[in-house]
């Protein structure tokens, strides 16, 4: 099984044509959608969880969530005790 990370930006092509300078429009028009990706790709690699939605790839927080799991060994007890020391907030 594997994730990819695909969406596409689109500009409007008579806006960019009238803009003068198509390259550096598309830039500026496509950099909040390529900052989202990044945001998308980061909040995965940690949170991924592919029971909650398998389009995703699993992230390193479900893989190494329990210290009684095959791979309990490799998970570094900080001596947290409730579920806010591995969850993100918000």
């Known amino acids: 099984m594997s994730a ?3 969406p596409r930006g689109q500009i409007d092509v008579l806006v960019a044509r ?6 550096a429009f598309r830039l500026s028009e496509n950099v909040p959608h ?3 990706m990044n945001q998308t790709l980061a909040e995965t690699i ?3 969880n592919t029971s909650l939605d398998p389009e995703k790839f699993m992230g390193v927080a479900p893989r190494f969530s329990s210290l009684s799991a095959a791979n309990g060994t490799n998970i570094v007890n900080a001596g947290g005790t409730t579920e806010t020391t591995t969850r993100r907030s918000g």
């Open 4 to 6: 990819t990370l695909r």
């Open 18 to 23: 009238l803009n003068g300078n198509s390259a």
């Open 34 to 36: 390529m900052e989202s």
């Open 46 to 48: 940690f949170y991924g």
